[in-house]
């Protein structure tokens, strides 16, 4: 099944469009509790939903039931809370003291790294009088955030003498190359992340939920899944890498689209664009489209990059500019308002955010992430899945 097809579908009024098919989306998700039965499932919808809008994207993981969702930072969860999304929301990344009390007022779980944290955390709890949701973060091997696995019962013990005012949900860490193709670092990351957490075991305490797995590790190490997971470029229906491709069918679910906004013929000799990086070596016809690196469309792929006009490739001719791109389709044919797809599908062609990263030296992930705001995102295929967006 493709997802995203060739028809127009984005609103007239639009130049350009990030159409995003919800039914991928969701085709997405059931892959994720195919490989991973049982598992309470953190949706990860940091940077703006890796590109898909956070609100919508939230809004229908949150319908299709998932238990969390996962941001980076306080004021993508506050962004979910304004809109009305009342389910469970983790935000995985740092914080300072002096924003600990929008995530007690808005009911938003935090990641705790280190003691001192945790006593900032305790004592704001107190203040409120409210019990606050925590999340206890171990660095097993990234050297990102996280107390060392080896200091970790530290932590652990913390949290336990402060949990009046704190219930602590999960631990968890982040694996630092579980796509990779050789497996040894991450198997070394679990083993690490097991053993610190069997202080529970050792105080003959209830272990809190724990988690390691990302779309990676969901993928391809069945072991790793223990208590949740963390799915994220999976969902949108991207690999992490080529190792976990044979492992499941995923549908990409954004298309990148801009309409033709001038057609021209450049004649021979003549260049095009800042910089005269291309000259035409005959007549040719050039258009116009209203996507740059300003949209997110990168700078790099002048005089490299293609798109799909019609179901056929054509490049990308001179420099790419801040609002606007030149595609060179020789002797073709072209109408102002017609469709290109810059990622997508037309025809029997398709070009990937997978295809832009090879070219640019990068991974899918900063391709989608940085399509920019000012292109409206479109959705297709909606509907309400198991729950409603309070469940």
Same mark, same amino acid.
């Not at 639009?14 to 969701?26: E, G, P, Q, T």
């Not at 260049?271 to 996507?291: D, F, K, L």
């Given at each position: 099944?493709?997802?995203?097809?060739?028809?127009?579908? /984005?609103?007239? #009024?639009? @130049?350009? &469009? $990030?159409?995003?098919?919800?039914?991928?989306?969701?085709?997405? =998700?059931? %892959?994720?509790?195919?490989?991973?039965?049982?598992?309470?499932?953190?949706?990860?919808?940091?940077?703006?939903?890796?590109?898909?809008?956070?609100?919508?994207?939230?809004?229908?993981?949150?319908?299709?039931?998932?238990?969390?969702?996962?941001?980076?930072?306080?004021?993508?969860?506050?962004?979910?809370?304004?809109?009305?999304?009342?389910?469970?929301?983790?935000?995985?990344?740092?914080?300072?003291?002096?924003?600990?009390?929008?995530?007690?007022?808005?009911?938003?779980?935090?990641?705790?790294?280190?003691?001192? /944290?945790?006593? #900032?955390? @305790?004592? &704001? $709890?107190?203040?409120?009088?409210?019990?606050?949701?925590?999340? =206890?973060? %171990?660095?097993?091997?990234?050297?990102?955030?996280?107390?060392?696995?080896?200091?970790?019962?530290?932590?652990?013990?913390?949290?336990?003498?402060?949990?009046?005012?704190?219930?602590?949900?999960?631990?968890?860490?982040?694996?630092?190359?579980?796509?990779?193709?050789?497996?040894?670092?991450?198997?070394?990351?679990?083993?690490?992340?097991?053993?610190?957490?069997?202080?529970?075991?050792?105080?003959?305490?209830?272990?809190?939920?724990?988690?390691?797995?990302?779309?990676?590790?969901?993928?391809?190490?069945?072991?790793?899944?223990?208590?949740?997971?963390?799915?994220?470029?999976?969902?949108?229906?991207?690999?992490?890498?080529?190792?976990?491709?044979?492992?499941?069918?995923?549908?990409?679910?954004?298309?990148?689209?801009?309409?033709?906004?001038?057609?021209?013929?450049?004649?021979?000799?003549?260049?095009?664009?800042?910089?005269?990086?291309?000259?035409?070596?005959?007549?040719?016809?050039?258009?116009?489209?209203?996507?740059?690196?300003?949209?997110?469309?990168?700078?790099?792929?002048?005089?490299?990059?293609?798109?799909?006009?019609?179901?056929?490739?054509?490049?990308?001719?001179?420099?790419?500019?801040?609002?606007?791109?030149?595609?060179?389709?020789?002797?073709?044919?072209?109408?102002?308002?017609?469709?290109?797809?810059?990622?997508?599908?037309?025809?029997?062609?398709?070009?990937?955010?997978?295809?832009?990263?090879?070219?640019?030296?990068?991974?899918?992930?900063?391709?989608?992430?940085?399509?920019?705001?000012?292109?409206?995102?479109?959705?297709?295929?909606?509907?309400?899945?198991?729950?409603?967006?309070?469940?």
């Amino acid at each position: 099944m493709n997802c995203i097809t060739g028809e127009n579908i /984005a609103d007239l #009024y639009h @130049r350009s &469009a $990030a159409v995003v098919d919800l039914a991928c989306i969701s085709h997405n =998700l059931q %892959v994720v509790r195919e490989k991973a039965p049982g598992r309470k499932i953190i949706a990860m919808v940091k940077a703006n939903a890796y590109g898909h809008g956070l609100v919508r994207v939230a809004e229908h993981l949150a319908s299709e039931g998932v238990d969390y969702l996962g941001t980076a930072f306080v004021e993508e969860a506050l962004e979910l809370r304004r809109a009305g999304i009342t389910i469970p929301i983790i935000t995985s990344g740092p914080f300072s003291r002096f924003q600990i009390g929008l995530f007690i007022e808005n009911n938003i779980d935090l990641t705790i790294a280190s003691v001192d /944290a945790l006593q #900032y955390i @305790r004592e &704001a $709890a107190e203040f409120y009088k409210k019990r606050v949701n925590i999340h =206890l973060k %171990v660095d097993t091997g990234m050297m990102r955030i996280g107390i060392r696995y080896t200091n970790a019962r530290k932590l652990f013990a913390a949290a336990l003498e402060g949990e009046k005012y704190l219930n602590l949900v999960s631990i968890f860490s982040h694996f630092a190359n579980s796509d990779n193709q050789d497996l040894g670092f991450a198997q070394l990351q679990l083993e690490r992340f097991l053993e610190a957490t069997r202080f529970f075991a050792h105080e003959h305490r209830p272990s809190p939920l724990l988690q390691i797995a990302n779309s990676a590790a969901i993928l391809r190490m069945e072991e790793s899944q223990l208590d949740m997971i963390r799915p994220g470029i999976m969902l949108y229906g991207y690999h992490p890498s080529p190792a976990t491709e044979s492992q499941a069918s995923l549908q990409p679910a954004l298309s990148l689209r801009a309409k033709i906004m001038y057609f021209k013929v450049v004649l021979a000799g003549n260049s095009v664009g800042y910089g005269r990086t291309w000259t035409a070596p005959q007549n040719c016809r050039v258009v116009t489209i209203p996507v740059g690196y300003g949209d997110g469309y990168p700078r790099a792929l002048s005089n490299k990059g293609q798109v799909l006009l019609r179901g056929q490739r054509y490049p990308v001719r001179g420099s790419v500019c801040m609002d606007q791109t030149m595609i060179g389709i020789g002797a073709g044919e072209a109408y102002i308002g017609e469709e290109v797809q810059l990622i997508g599908r037309q025809g029997g062609e398709v070009i990937t955010a997978d295809d832009l990263a090879a070219q640019l030296g990068t991974i899918s992930y900063e391709v989608l992430t940085n399509i920019s705001a000012r292109v409206p995102r479109i959705y297709v295929n909606e509907h309400r899945g198991r729950n409603n967006l309070s469940a």
